[in-house]
């Protein structure tokens, strides 16, 4: 490669004299013969090519090649930028002409190659990188002069000017000067070798990332594009000046116009050039999926492949970046772009009254197509790679390789990210699988996994609720369950963990937030914790306030009802899961979670229970259930026609539907009664446990504060002091 590139220098240097018209083809000579690198060096005028590196290619065996007929230069001319000469001659001279003055200001034509900058460069690494890509095949363009396509771009911005102006009193470019313009930028991102300011740029990432990528169709650019996180800066950031360029028009992503050329044909030919149109026009087919208009599969896997690297950048995307400007310039103008930054930023504030609704709409689509396929979301590839490697193995090429077609499936990905996210170790990553679980929670069409393993259920018991009632639908199926409606095992599993998650997070319980929402400034605002997420603390100090003057009685029915649903399973209430698993384990194996059961088998064998921990949290459980007879699950579900019966006017609370229903003991079924029976022993076991016995509280830490709880031991305490002239009244 050196040697071939050796020799063009070799034979310009002589025919550099001849260059002084136009695009005037140069002579092609033929070099036959055994030619070696001193050979070359030397025509070069000595001490370019280093002597350790003519060693070293001596070593190689690379000093000698038999060169029978080598076609130095072609004869079409270089793809450096449109001809002035061509169909854009007037126009250049109307729009362009200080810009055509600076370019021919050396002579009327354009140098094919500028031989001192690139003499200067000959011994630089990114140098000999991009020369073994220009001499790809024996294949070269014509030598390439570093103009940038400077005159094509003045065109472009012409014309983008006067698309976008209500008048304009410039001339219009013409027809064949635009298609001349547009012929260039799309060779440019035909071949990389048409493109100097990115082959030389990227040269390094090229022979390292792309060493066997033959150029053509596109192929080095998408080999870029795969590899863009190694990328250098400069090549990384020209890179997406070419991605922006070609938001444009499909014709400027090659790889996607060869995929996509017989549908464009076939269904799009109607469509003009620009403004992401035909891609535009192709992505709604593919998203109608009309039987009568299939796209090919390589067509498909392109468009894929091209929405994976749109989800960068909002530039990427025509359309989306031009219904958005407004608001970007509103709410993310100090956003750096690229990386998912703006489109992120978008996202959380397209519910502002301010947001566009054109911008918003295209917007929760792509919201709603990555909770279906998280390989789509750019900030989660990026920022959480490194944990799903560690914590998800069996899903890593979902963001590693995200183009690859595979059986795995993002949902999954998705939860066991959430199942991880404590462990997970990067706290931008966990901030992203935070806002996605908010997200989810709030609308929970965009909550995979449970639209995955719900969808039968949610759609024959829970359908008369739109999605923008959130967590409701999570709510329905947890009712519908309680009820006795058949929910399957993928499904139960799924609900246990949205409720476990709203139980433990106020910000992940949409329901409870909304209903609370003055209280939470009120009450709770400073509970949360600094530098974590804190709802948990928020639901805790709710329900301590919860008795408290200007606590509204829609908050605390909201609260109450949540807790109810709670009280099924002893996972979901946190502080004894927390605090009893180890007495689970001892005393309750045997027992299958679910309806109550665990909570019962503790509070049946709550003598044998120790640990502190777990003492408080059933003691808190039981007082809970004693005020309010909805707070026992088995009670609840064994006195409930009972209630209905003989206490239907009484109102929840403070224990008096237990007072009801003990006054009907003879009347009420026999096992509410057995349930009634179970829980008055254990109040009187503990005078904390009686509702009745609250205001005997001050009386306790006065007489008998030394006095071991449990087992009516406090009761027989106050019964002993009753006696004395200041022992409270209200406590008789």
Known sequence: MKTCWCLLIACLLSHAAAQDEGFAPVPRPLVKGLLTDEHINKALGGGLLGEAELQQQQQQKRGFMDMTTVDVLTKKRAATDIDPEGPCKEDLKHHCSELLQSQTSKGKGRALLDIHPLAQRINSATNQSALSVLLREWNMTGAVADSGGKLAKCIKTVMHKQRMAITSAAAPVSAACKQDARDYFASRAQDIRNDYMLLMNCAPEIRRFCPKVMPGDGRVVSCLKTNKLGLSQRCGGLLSRRQIESAEDISLDAKLAKACSNDQQKYCASVGWGAGAAKSCLEGIAKRNDKTKQLEPQCKSALYRRALEDSEDIRFDYRVSQACQADRERFCAQVQPGKGRVIDCLENHMKNAEFTAQCKKLLERRVERKSKDIRLDFRFRLLCRDDVRTLCPSFETLVTKPWIKSNLRGADLIECMRDNIPRVTNPKCQQHMYALQKRGAEDPTLDSPLQRNCVAEIKELCSDIPPSHGFKVV???????????????????????????????????????????????RFCKDSEKMGGHGGHDIMECLD?????????????????QFQMELMGDWRLVKDLHDGCSEEVKALCSTVEPGEGRIINCLQEKRSLVTGAQCRAALLRITGMAADDWRMDFNIHKSCRQDVQQFC??????????????????????????????????????????????????????????????GGANRIACLQDHMPELDFPPECF
């Open 648 to 709: 239907a006017g009484v109102e929840p609370g403070e224990g008096r539907v237990h007072q009801c229903l003990r006054a009907n003991e003879e009347r009420i079924s026999p096992r509410c009664r057995q349930m009634e029976r179970s829980l008055e022993t254990m109040e009187h076991e503990d005078v904390r446990l009686n509702p009745r016995l609250k205001a005997c509280i001050p009386a306790v830490r006065r007489y008998c504060k030394d006095v071991a709880p």
């Open 475 to 521: 709510a329905c199926l947890g009712r519908k369950k309680q009820e006795g409606y058949i929910i399957s095992q993928m499904c139960t599993n799924v609900l246990m963990k949205r409720v476990s998650a709203a139980a433990k997070d106020f910000h992940l319980n949409p329901v409870v937030k909304t209903a609370c929402s003055k209280e939470y400034l």
């Open 544 to 560: 301590q306030h919860k008795l408290e003057i200007g606590f509204m009685s829609r908050c605390k029915d909201t609260l109450e």
